[in-house]
């Protein structure tokens, strides 16, 4: 068995060896310490990469741990015994269990499908005066990039989170039309093709800088489950429209960059929740998405899940 510790040891001596004291030695990168090794009347301990690696050895016995996993290995005579450890028999041996630390889940790509509801709560372009406001919910995606999450623990299970992210969002019009300010008033109005042309697409695409403050409480094995409400704080960055249609059997594109009169603060109410890789969200906009008295007053919702989480 000294021929295993003397393995690791030749492996990491080529790094600094950063302090040596009577019975301890450590092994170290810089200002990291990478392995510690113990020597006392009850044998040797080989601490590797701050409790990730963990080397205990006594006359017949040796055991190794490896983060979630260890193994230990018994010679007793001409035969040896060879002993799997669970996580959860790591006590029986010493090793404490990695204390439970609170860490929300924000950060990470997000998926939804994107609309938007009148001061009734219905969906915009269900009324006469506003048909041109009807979207192709099947087409109009939002795209969030979390980047940056901090979590702020109250207690075991209940924290605040917070962060930083970035929401493309492309609102894909349903009819023959798109929209556009007035050139007189400056108000959103449609607008509609030449006559005898169709869109073949029509939509309206947005960039916002998003900041989010929720509450959330986590629970079940592991706490692997998860339950949030906050709201989520929106900078407006960047905004256009784009169609596109055949003309004389050639593709056209146009595309208009504007404000739009878009609101450029607003913020929305968020509810998230999941189980394990499972996780779900819905955000509904406390502001209107364009300002007042210049666009049709419509508040922005999304349904949506987590694709992949950097948590």
């Known amino acids: 068995m000294k021929n295993i510790l003397t393995v ?3 492996i990491t001596i080529v790094f600094n060896v950063k302090a040596q004291e009577a019975d301890t030695s450590r092994v ?7 392995v510690t090794v113990t020597e006392d009347s009850d044998g040797t301990n080989v601490n590797i990469k701050e409790d990730f690696v963990i080397v205990d050895e006594t006359d017949d016995t040796i055991k190794v741990k490896l983060g979630n996993k ?6 007793d005579g001409n035969r040896t015994y060879v002993e799997i450890i669970e996580k959860d028999d790591f006590h029986k041996h010493g090793w404490k269990k990695k204390p439970y630390q609170f860490k929300g889940h924000w950060s990470g790509f997000e998926l939804g499908l994107n609309n938007w509801v009148d001061d009734s709560w219905q969906l915009a372009g269900t009324t006469p005066e506003n048909t041109y406001l009807d979207l192709h919910t099947g087409k109009s995606w939002e795209f969030d990039l979390n980047i940056m999450q901090f979590s702020l623990p109250f207690g075991k299970p209940l924290g605040l989170v917070t962060g930083m992210g970035f929401k493309w969002n492309n609102y894909h019009f349903d009819r023959n039309n798109n929209i556009t300010k007035d050139d007189v008033t400056g108000v959103i109005i449609p607008s509609y093709p030449p006559v005898g042309i169709s869109y073949a697409k029509s939509k309206m695409n947005t960039v916002f800088l ?7 409480v986590q629970f079940g094995p592991k706490k692997k489950g998860f339950i949030g409400v906050g709201v989520i704080g929106d900078l407006k960055l960047w905004s256009n429209t784009k169609v596109k249609y055949y003309e004389g059997g050639s593709k056209q594109k146009i595309k208009e960059k504007s404000d739009f009169n878009l609101s450029p603060l607003r913020y929305h109410l968020t509810a998230r929740m999941g189980y394990r890789f499972i996780k779900v969200f819905a955000n509904y906009s406390m502001v209107p998405m364009f300002k007042k008295n210049m666009g049709p007053e419509l508040y922005p919702v999304t349904i949506g899940l987590t694709l992949i989480s950097f948590r």
């Open 210 to 216: 998003t900041v989010p403050l929720i509450f959330e």
């Open 8 to 10: 690791i040891l030749a």
């Open 28 to 34: 170290g990168v810089g200002k990291k310490n990478i």
């Open 70 to 75: 260890a193994i230990s290995i018994v010679e």
